[in-house]
């Protein structure tokens, strides 16, 4: 089986063909909190993904359509993600 930072990636790519994409596993600075009681690992994670699929969207309908396509992840222990998401013109 996958890890689940392979899985989020490959998702993210196949739903939004980012032109960037950084994905970085916070689990250990959430050990013994909600959604990562014993410290495994796997659970919060911070996304920052460049993509035109998200031109004319606002901030909440961005959240919303990466929580969708990541909800086959949530389902298996992802707990929290930090997101940064822009459209291409956003970037400086």
Do not use: C
Request: aromatic share 4%; charged share 25%.
């Amino acid at each position: 089986m996958k890890n689940r930072e392979t899985q989020i990636r490959a998702r993210l790519t196949e739903t939004f063909a980012p032109l960037r994409l950084d994905i970085i596993d916070n689990s250990a600075k959430h050990s013994g909190h909600a959604g990562n009681p014993d410290g495994a690992g796997g659970t919060h994670y911070r996304i920052m993904m460049v993509s035109a699929a998200f031109q004319g969207q606002s901030r909440v309908q961005r959240a919303r359509v990466v929580h969708d396509a990541l909800a086959p992840e949530f389902a298996t222990g992802l707990h929290a993600l930090s997101l940064e998401l822009r459209a291409p013109e956003e970037v400086v």
